[in-house]
Structures are given as C-alpha cells and as structure tokens.
Antibody
Framework: QVQLVQSGAEVKKPGASVKVSCKAS????????LHWVRQAPGQGLEWMGWINPDSGGTNYAQKFQGRVTMTRDTSISTAYMELNRLRSDDTAVYYC???????WGQGTTVTVSS | EIVLTQSPGTLSLSPGERATLSCRASQSVDSSYVAWFQQKPGQAPRLLIY???SRATGIPDRFSGTGSGTDFTLTISRLEPEDFAVYYCQQYGSPLAFGPGTKVDIK
C-alpha cells in the first residue's frame, strides 16, 4: 500500500541541525511532490515547503528560507528535510505528506532543548 | 499572501447533530486549491475534501464541502463519535497555508 515512513524522534541542542527522512513506498516516488509540514505542541499545522523528487526542485516557505534544505535520494525513494540553527521554538512534530496531502508520514518528533 | 481564518474556534455538539465549519480567505482563492483535513490527537492529519467539494478516497458521505471565492464550508451532516477532532482548511496556492483549525468536541 502507499505509505510514507519517517525516521525516529530526535533530541537536539539549540544551534544544532536535524535531518528527518521520509521513505516512500507503494507508488512512483518521482511522480509526486512531497511537502513538509510541522506542528508545535498544541498548535496548528505549518507548511515548510515542498520538493519535486523528480527534478530536485524546491519551494520553501519564506519563514524557513536560509535555514531549511529539502533533498531526495531517488535510488531509495527517500526525501530529507534538514533544519539548521535550531531554536527551542522548533520543537514540533514534523510530517512529510505526498503532493495533495492524501498520504502522510507518521510524524517525527524533534525536541530542541539545552 | 493569503491568510485563512476559521470559525468557530471550538464547536461543542452532540453525536447525531449537524456541524458547520467555516473557513474564510483574506482574498479570493481558486476553489480547486481548497482542502479540508481532520486531525485526531496523536495522529497525522487526514485529507477529507479537496477542490473545495470533492471527497477524498474512503471519506463517508456525511462530510461535504462547499464554497467559492473567499468563503468555504465543511459540513458534517450527522456527527459520529469518531468525528470529534480538529479540522483544518488549507489553500494550495503559493504559499500554501492552513487555517488555525476548528475543534469539534462533545457537548
């Protein structure tokens, strides 16, 4: 079946970087854009950007430009989201979601704490 | 940048009642680019409605979406126990954005 499986929870110190992976299966990885969305504790959904797995092209939300990098490895049908210069308010669950957001990963909890 | 607002913030209803959730955009949105999601605690969001009025695969017909321009509505005709959750509208323009959500809880 179509699914997105994300990497496990991370705990990072302020100023560090985190890289979350999202492995696709059950469909043609390069046929659908992938979005990254995050949700801080008790808060709503925040779109971070998308990657075109076919071309590698990206589109980042202005808030994250300069701090986020989305990449992919088509040989293993996996997309990555790296967030740099982490702050405490980056503590959130990070999701990947396919194109029209009909399929979501299970979420990866990233905790930023000194 | 289009900003979405949702009302009410919380809707307290009983099972079997009708729920009407509103989403308003700060400027006109192509209805092809409006979606609704349901999220339960500890779970990823679930796509309910896309293109303002089309139900996603496997979504029961008690869920319906309407609207155009700046005003969009999600209606749940008869609330089932599993429908108590948070609902988000989304516009798929550039940049993509979500509304702040409406919580539907049990009265």
């Amino acid at each position: 079946q179509v699914q997105l499986v994300q990497s496990g929870a991370e705990v990072k110190k302020p100023g560090a970087s985190v890289k979350v992976s999202c492995k696709a299966s059950g469909y043609t990885f390069t046929g659908y854009y992938l979005h990254w969305v995050r949700q801080a504790p008790g808060q709503g959904l925040e779109w971070m950007g998308w990657i075109n797995p076919d071309s590698g092209g990206t589109n980042y939300a202005q808030k994250f430009q300069g701090r986020v990098t989305m990449t992919r490895d088509t040989s293993i049908s996996t997309a990555y989201m790296e967030l740099n210069r982490l702050r405490s308010d980056d503590t959130a669950v990070y999701y990947c979601a396919r194109d029209s957001m009909d399929v979501w990963g299970q979420g990866t909890t990233v905790t930023v704490s000194s | 940048e289009i900003v979405l607002t949702q009302s009410p913030g919380t809707l307290s209803l009983s099972p079997g009642e009708r729920a009407t959730l509103s989403c308003r955009a700060s400027q006109s949105v192509d209805s092809s680019y409006v979606a609704w999601f349901q999220q339960k605690p500890g779970q990823a969001p679930r796509l309910l409605i896309y293109a303002a009025s089309s139900r996603a695969t496997g979504i029961p017909d008690r869920f319906s979406g309407t609207g155009s321009g700046t005003d969009f509505t999600l209606t749940i005709s008869r609330l089932e126990p599993e429908d108590f959750a948070v609902y988000y509208c989304q516009q798929y323009g550039s940049p993509l954005a979500f509304g702040p959500g409406t919580k539907v809880d049990i009265k």
